[in-house]
């Protein structure tokens, strides 16, 4: 066991020993039944007297948190006795550039958020992503299999630091072609999700205090990375068309943003599609103030109806567009594999900032994705995961019409994941989160898409990805209780 132990201190070393050995009890560290080293072997390895190590033992045995075994040794005791209280851990002020470093970053939004209250012995969740139950693990672990036994040791280095395993990203060329971007293998990155991509791209393109335009609301995740960038983040509204194009000129006129970000199929959190002539007339605007768009496609072929629009990336034939996309949603989103398509000379230099942020994307894993996605599959995969979200879709639209008060606002989204919901006046989506915790459904309030929290209050943001129907009946249902609490003012 190695205890740091200050023999200049003033504090006796016995005491720097209990002191250690208390907290690490207290803590959880050490469990109980854990057998302590004999004294005469703890203090061979701390170079200290053994009536040193006797007297710190001592003092713990007194005060219940160990005993001693005639014959077998010493031992930690089970937790009652962690009552004692650890006077030099939770007074000690933690070191002055902590505090510091606290002081000079900004808290991020979902700093603010309230903490889940505990309770409800089956909640339902409307939170997250997308489901990942219906992946077939047994088909991807025999893609795992395949390739330690065909590429060995070779699926277990770094990989390629040029892009990522060029393999997968052809075949991320053959399914974005099918939706009608042409990405090359050569100017395709592989990136630890998307958001690795969307990091990437800021560092590389935007400095502290460059303002980047963004919707309103907009991806938390993004705003947050955005915030800690030091970027100034200005919001564009958005309507049921998505981002208000119609006002973007003034707003690049007034700011010179240094990039647009945008996630225009389906957006996180509004659900909303933007439209093809808006994306034209964003492609003009980018190339017309030499803006560069990034377009963050995180479900965009997740579409159950209506017509698919060209991706911005497809109708940028100047290289303007940084097209970024994810199998986190479509597959599963641990394995954290995302990509960026970028044409120009600025596609090498991403490469770069992704090697030194982390060398490479996990070999293993990229391989193993390769071997498990073919283009036949993954169309199969997104023609499943389609049909039971559509039906998840509609069955929680008509669970809200049901169950909720007619003034509750939102507009069904043609794919995706997300219904956001409008509440009534002044109701605020914060104040109904502890009261349907306490019914036993839970969803993001909207104030966490939003860099003024205030903006977001009236609205919430339900995933109805990852319920079946009947859940979704019933947190709905429950939705519709806590609402009248709080309409009614019953918070208790
Ligand atoms: N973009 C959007 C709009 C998202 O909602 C998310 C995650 N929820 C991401 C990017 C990042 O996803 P990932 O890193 O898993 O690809």
């Not at 705003?223 to 068309?241: A, C």
């Not at 499943?384 to 639209?397: E, L, P, V």
Request: net charge neutral; glycine share 8%; hydrophobic share 40%.
């Amino acid at each position: 066991m190695r205890i740091p132990l200050d023999f200049e201190s003033a504090v006796p070393l016995y005491q720097q020993i209990e002191s250690y050995l208390r907290q690490n009890i207290v803590a959880g560290n050490l469990l109980p039944e854990t057998r302590l080293p004999a004294t005469r072997q703890l203090a061979d390895s701390l170079g200290v007297s053994r009536i040193t190590v006797a007297n710190a033992y001592a003092e713990l045995e007194s005060d219940g948190l160990i005993y001693s075994r005639e014959g077998s040794g010493t031992f930690v005791l089970a937790p009652i006795a962690a009552a004692a209280p650890v006077e030099n851990n939770a007074s000690a002020p933690w070191p002055l550039w902590q505090q510091n470093a606290l002081a000079e970053t900004s808290a991020l939004i979902s700093a603010g958020h309230s903490p889940r209250p505990a309770g409800h012995p089956n909640p339902i969740a409307f939170t997250g992503v997308a489901d990942p139950r219906g992946f077939p693990v047994k088909d991807f672990y025999k893609a795992v299999r395949t390739v330690i036994q065909r590429d060995g040791v070779a699926a277990l280095g770094y990989g390629e630091f040029d892009g990522g395993y060029r393999p997968l990203r052809e075949t991320i060329s053959h399914v974005l072609a099918s939706q009608g971007i042409q990405a090359q293998p050569d100017n395709t990155l592989i990136t630890s999700g998307s958001q690795q991509a969307i990091a990437l791209v800021c560092q590389l393109l935007l400095k502290p205090g460059d303002v980047i335009l963004v919707e309103k609301p907009g991806y938390n995740f993004a705003l947050e990375l955005f915030q800690t960038f030091n970027l100034k983040v200005v919001g564009v509204p958005m309507d049921e068309n998505g981002l208000r194009v119609d006002l973007l000129e003034p707003l690049l006129q007034q700011y010179h943003p240094k990039l647009i970000y945008t996630v225009p199929n389906f957006h996180n959190p509004t659900g909303v599609c933007l439209s093809g002539p808006r994306r034209r007339d964003l492609a003009v605007l980018a190339d017309r103030y030499n803006i560069p768009i990034l377009e963050d496609d995180f479900v965009g072929d997740l579409r159950f109806e209506g017509r698919a629009q060209p991706a911005i990336k497809a109708l940028d034939q100047k290289g303007s567009v940084i097209y970024v996309g994810t199998f986190s949603k479509m597959l599963v989103p641990g394995l954290r594999v995302g990509f960026l398509v970028a044409d120009g000379p600025i596609f090498n230099r991403l490469v770069s900032y992704k090697r030194i942020n982390d060398l490479t994307t996990s070999t293993l894993i990229q391989r193993v994705m390769h071997e498990y996605v073919t283009v036949g599959r993954y169309q199969l995969h997104l023609r499943r995961s389609c049909r039971i979200y559509r039906k998840r879709r509609d069955a929680m639209a008509a669970a809200i019409k049901r169950h909720l008060p007619a003034d509750v606002r939102f507009n069904p989204p043609q794919g995706g994941l997300f219904i956001w919901l409008q509440l009534p006046q002044n109701l605020s989506a914060l104040e109904l989160l502890p009261l349907a915790a306490k019914e036993g459904v839970e969803f993001t309030p909207g104030s966490r898409f939003f860099l003024n929290p205030q903006e977001g209050e009236g609205y919430l943001r339900l995933n109805f990805a990852t319920q079946t129907p009947e859940d979704i009946e019933e947190g709905i249902r429950r939705l519709a209780v806590a609402l009248r609490r709080l309409a009614t003012g019953g918070g208790s």
